[in-house]
């Protein structure tokens, strides 16, 4: 009963600030997770499910729209969702990661009360603790624009997404203990599209038409390259980001990464393949989906097209070629290149580098020397309250440290309304892919080598795409510009998984002296308590 009350608390402030504000529309979602049998690669696995679905149910939203959304939990472990690209403007509160979010108990829930505040695009959500990841409960996401706001591009016949990665046969607890030994995660057994194996699944057509592909790799520890039989894609958008529209024969899709493709059903009536293939692998995995034309006169035919594998350049190209629209719109009615980035001086360099090392004789992930460890209490939570001996600021440096690797809860400040420059240094053989919650950045320079400040002479000031999540090629490095305007308590990481669960993870809290509402809101009502969190009491709103 108690809480009801506070769920109902909760909508009521909110419904009673719409009526006296004329606030954006509300959306409504109840969600229960499950466990159930899946068979995406032809075993039988305990996938965890919503409502039944898996992959989960697709959120369809518009600009500022506020979403509502129930969470139940009947697992037996606990659970939390987080908004891969979400920005969650003033509002890490819902950020549903550990360090901001206690976790939902299993028979309990909890109700997500999220804006997506001056976003459009396309993104997804995914289960955040553990390796959960691994056993399903993610779906798409996307942001419409308003009505009022134009686009780029003509309306589409169809929109489609598309959620691909690779798969693994074993369960998510098994996946949990190899990692958990001290080991990595062997090679993935397959690669699935939207929960299915090879020609699982099939997306209509009808000849002469345009049709929006919104694809996302919400997979583990590979990236995919993207490419469908006889047709050309014209990207269009990366991340909430209305791109240059070029066109490509084939995509490279990176860890947690997100685009829009346009593609014409301008071929001969009949089917063709969707091909996902893995990238930088010596041993590559292929599947398929596939494009039915309503008047199909025949099934596919031919094999497969095939994509680059190991080629580095080649994706590193495609990478550069993928630039900012500056004419068009984005979720206000102002050109997305009338915000000029480049013009902007930096207030901080920081440098990221990721290593690999052994700790305590297990296999560890590490930036800047330290390897990540959770707290007993969400640093949110700690932060708010005023908790000591959670969590120290600066535990993380700005640069790396040459030494080798330790455990640390890593937290680094940052101030509110700072510009700041950010070099991902990877000097490992394989490809990294690095997410921040809360934040768009701009991505200016990648190149391979060591990075030095004369790097900057080649950075891209003028179009450069902006986005939440970037690659960073093997012995190579990758420029960000970020503007820190988000207050909260932000998560630093690694999209591979098992780095990512392993310690190549730390958290940006961006910090406002003013403590206003008009920097971030209060603690909800509805917050779960845990940890040395328990039994404070949270500022009603």
Request: charged fraction near 15%; glycine fraction near 10%; proline fraction near 6%.
């Amino acid at each position: 009963m108690g809480e009801c009350k506070s769920f109902c608390s909760v909508i009521l402030v909110f419904l009673l600030a719409a009526c006296a504000s004329g606030e954006d529309p509300y959306r409504f979602f109840n969600w229960n997770v499950t466990y159930g049998d899946i068979y995406p690669l032809g075993v039988k696995q305990q996938g965890i499910l919503i409502n039944g679905q898996f992959p989960g149910p697709q959120i369809d939203s518009v600009t500022n729209d506020n979403l509502i959304i129930s969470v139940f939990n009947s697992l037996d472990e606990p659970f939390l969702l987080s908004w891969n690209g979400i920005q969650q403007r003033r509002n890490s509160w819902q950020d549903g990661v550990y360090g901001t979010n206690c976790p939902i108990p299993p028979g309990k829930n909890f109700t997500y009360v999220l804006q997506v505040k001056d976003q459009i695009g396309s993104y997804f959500y995914f289960p955040s603790l553990g390796l959960h990841k691994a056993a399903g409960g993610y779906g798409g996401f996307q942001i419409a624009s308003r009505s009022v706001i134009p686009v780029p591009f003509p309306p589409p016949a169809g929109d489609y997404t598309i959620l691909a990665g690779d798969w693994y046969k074993q369960n998510h607890t098994d996946l949990k203990a190899i990692l958990d030994s001290g080991s990595d995660l062997p090679f993935p057994d397959g690669l699935l599209v939207n929960g299915r194996g090879s020609n699982g699944y099939t997306f209509n057509v009808d000849q002469g038409k345009t049709y929006r592909f919104r694809i996302s790799n919400v997979g583990l520890t590979t990236s995919i390259n993207f490419r469908i039989q006889g047709h050309k894609m014209l990207l269009v958008e990366v991340e909430g980001t209305h791109s240059l529209q070029n066109t490509y024969d084939s995509l490279d899709i990176h860890l947690g990464q997100s685009y829009s493709v346009l593609v014409t059903a301008d071929q001969p009536a009949q089917d063709y393949y969707i091909v996902v293939s893995t990238r930088f692998t010596s041993q590559v995995l292929t599947t398929t989906s596939l494009i039915h034309y309503s008047n199909s006169a025949g099934s596919v035919s031919g094999p497969p097209p095939g994509g680059p594998t190991t080629q580095i350049d080649w994706s590193l190209e495609q990478a550069r070629s993928i630039r900012r629209n500056l004419t068009a719109s984005g979720p206000r009615p102002n050109p997305q290149g009338s915000y000029h980035y480049g013009m902007i001086n930096t207030t901080r360099t920081i440098r990221l580098a990721n290593s690999a090392p052994i700790i305590n004789g297990k296999q560890r992930y590490a930036v800047n020397g330290v390897s990540f460890i959770p707290a007993d209490t969400p640093l949110k939570l700690a932060d708010y309250f005023k908790i000591s001996g959670i969590f120290s600021l600066g535990s993380v440096s700005d640069g790396p440290t040459g030494g080798g690797g330790y455990l640390q809860t890593s937290v680094m400040a940052a101030d509110f309304r700072g510009y700041v420059e950010i070099v991902f240094e990877n000097a490992e053989d394989t490809l990294q892919s690095w997410h921040i919650d809360g934040h768009s950045f701009f991505v200016v320079g990648m190149d391979g080598g060591q990075w030095s400040s004369a790097n900057r002479l080649s950075y891209n000031l003028r179009d450069t795409i902006s986005r939440s999540t970037v690659q960073v090629y093997p012995n190579s490095w990758t420029a960000i510009y970020m503007p820190l305007d988000n207050v909260g308590m932000w998560n630093v990481r690694s999209e591979n998984w098992a780095r990512q669960y392993l310690g190549q993870q730390f958290y940006l809290r961006v910090y406002s002296p003013a403590n206003s509402w008009r920097d971030e809101y209060p603690i909800p009502t509805n917050a779960l308590l845990c940890g040395r969190a328990l039994g404070h009491s949270k500022r009603p709103q």
